[in-house]
């Protein structure tokens, strides 16, 4: 059982940035691919980022592509998202998620964390 804990959400103007963090329980955190998730209300969850176990892997969403870093610290056993150039449109739930085997870019993940809010202001 792997427990995950988002942190790092917040208010933040257009053209901001934010570090969103997720911590795992556990001590095989790095047998996990990781993936990040938004979803707002009403609607699907949707990828917008995935790294390999390794952490040598990574996948962005278009819509993010070139704005946010994915990364991995296998010791500390956490998973970062940093977000930069933030837009209105970036305004979301921001869940982490752990996954068994290689990344995906599906909801086909085996555990997820309770989610963080990011508000972008215009």
């Known amino acids: 059982q792997v427990q995950l804990v988002e942190s790092g959400g917040g208010l933040v103007e257009a053209g901001g940035s934010l570090r969103l963090s997720c911590v ?26 995935g790294i390999t176990r390794s952490g040598s892997g990574t996948y962005y969403a278009d819509s993010v592509k070139g704005r946010f870093t994915i990364y991995k610290d296998n010791a500390k056993n956490t998973v970062y998202l940093q977000m930069n150039s933030l837009k209105p449109e970036d305004t979301d739930k921001y869940y982490c998620a752990a996954r068994q085997g290689g990344l995906a870019t599906t909801n086909e993940y085996d555990y997820w964390g309770q989610g963080t809010q990011v508000t972008v202001s215009s």
């Open 24 to 49: 795992a329980s556990g001590r095989t955190f790095s047998r996990y691919a990781m993936g990040w998730f938004r979803q707002a209300p009403g609607k699907e969850r949707d990828f917008v980022a």
